[in-house]
């Protein structure tokens, strides 16, 4: 999630294209688990790894980098 500049309203809500996840710039929680792939921002590389397998149970080939 970003703010805007204002800090009057959200500006983004970033979530993990797999689980679906909020990604905050930020986080109380904050981990370094995050992982960029395919252009994309994971939570986690467990994500990654279970939509690259789904993809290729679908036939779609994508592959891990």
Do not use: H
Not at 26 to 31: D, E, L
């Amino acid at each position: 999630m970003k703010f805007a500049p204002n800090r009057m309203y959200i500006e983004a809500y970033n979530k993990c294209p797999n689980c679906g996840i909020l990604l905050y710039e930020k986080p109380a929680n904050a981990t370094s688990e995050t992982v960029q792939f395919n252009g994309k921002t994971y939570c986690s590389q467990w994500c990654v790894d279970w939509e690259v397998d789904r993809a290729a149970r679908r036939g779609l080939g994508a592959t891990a980098s």
